[in-house]
């Protein structure tokens, strides 16, 4: 199998689809990898290592010729996209939900695709997830950015020059980004809250040494997914928060519904109730945000109280992003590969479920 790894272009995009460790791996399992120029450099993985590793590197353009998978970490762009050769398979994050335009491209020229965020969230598939090992990166991000924008510290430290309180940090959403929020919170020496609307969730809150909040609401979907909560649960989840958020230093919100717009947590009156100088991290912000003054991108201050609209919070960490997202891709192609060929099964769960263009056709 020829496998080309495509340098990044997007706007703060610091992350790439392979590192030198991949290839290695790869090229035991006698498949070659061309690296574009340039490709690692700003994840820290420099051409000489993917050279070192085995891999091939070629100028932009070149490494693409005669390959059968291109790998990328985000979608690529309508120039990237005319670039790509007809008959190979792309694979990336490709945010199939949003990308109709490019995804009827792709099948016009003749190329598959593969979307990372929809690897199954099945025990076999786990390697593979790159949704859980780039929100893992964002929570521990999300965490650190609030601390450094707070006007005081996490933990409780005595001194001579007396004691210090430890900072209340409340994390909502506890899937995979919030509980490496709270476990990090928790390093950090603050004291720890949490809140979910899947009641299964209220353990793992509990074992890592957090409090679990409780609004008596239940909205487990499929999939260990939360679903859309009704009207009064919406509001008994509100006035819950409203009442706890008055009181805390630093809120991460990272509450989710797959396929619909982030749900709107906090609204204005609620970041007002709470006190000057507390932080609102929102990790939802790119899906809509889960605080009513999120702005994707910014950080707002309202009534003394900061709110950060943070947004691809993996690209800011590009060597471990890469390392664990190159962990995922590569996991996959092996599994997609066959005698060293690729050979994807039509009846392989895990392909069907990621499969969003195949023959021409989109299928997302
Ligand atoms: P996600 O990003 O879709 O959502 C983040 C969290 O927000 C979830 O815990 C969700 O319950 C919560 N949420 C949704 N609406 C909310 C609301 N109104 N108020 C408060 N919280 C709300 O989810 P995720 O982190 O990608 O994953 C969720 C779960 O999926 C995991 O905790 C796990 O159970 C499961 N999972 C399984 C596997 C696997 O088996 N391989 C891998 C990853 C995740």
Known sequence: MRIAVMKESAPGERRVALVPENVARLAKQGHEVLVEAGAGAEAGFPDDAYASAGARVAPAGAALDGAEVIAKVQRPSAEEAERLP???????????????????????????ALAMEKVPRTTRAQAMDALSSQATLAGYKAVLLGAAALPRILPMMTTAAGTLAPAKVFVVGAGVAGLQAIATARRLGAVVSGFDVRPAVKEQVQSIGASFVEAEVAAEG????????????QERVRATL??????????????????????????AAMVRGMRPGSVIVDLAAESGGNCELTRPGE???????????????????????????????????????????LA????DEIASAMSVVRGGEVRA
Do not use: C, F
């Open 86 to 112: 007809r008959g190979t398979l792309l694979v990336g994050l490709l945010a199939p939900a949003q990308s109709g335009d490019l995804l009827r491209r792709l099948a016009a020229r003749g190329v598959d």
């Open 222 to 233: 499929a999939g260990g997914y939360a679903k859309e909560l009704g009207a009064s649960e």
């Open 242 to 267: 409203a009442r706890h958020i008055r009181d805390m230093d630093l809120v991460i919100t990272t509450a989710q519904v797959p396929g619909r717009p982030a749900p709107r947590l906090l609204d």
């Open 299 to 341: 950080t707002v201050v309202d009534s003394g109280v900061t709110i950060i609209g943070a947004v691809n919070l993996p690209a800011t960490m590009p060597h471990h992003a890469s390392q664990t997202y190159g962990r995922n891709v590569t996991t996959l192609l092996l599994h997609l590969a066959k005698d060293g060929k």
């Open 344 to 347: 994807i099964d039509p009846e």
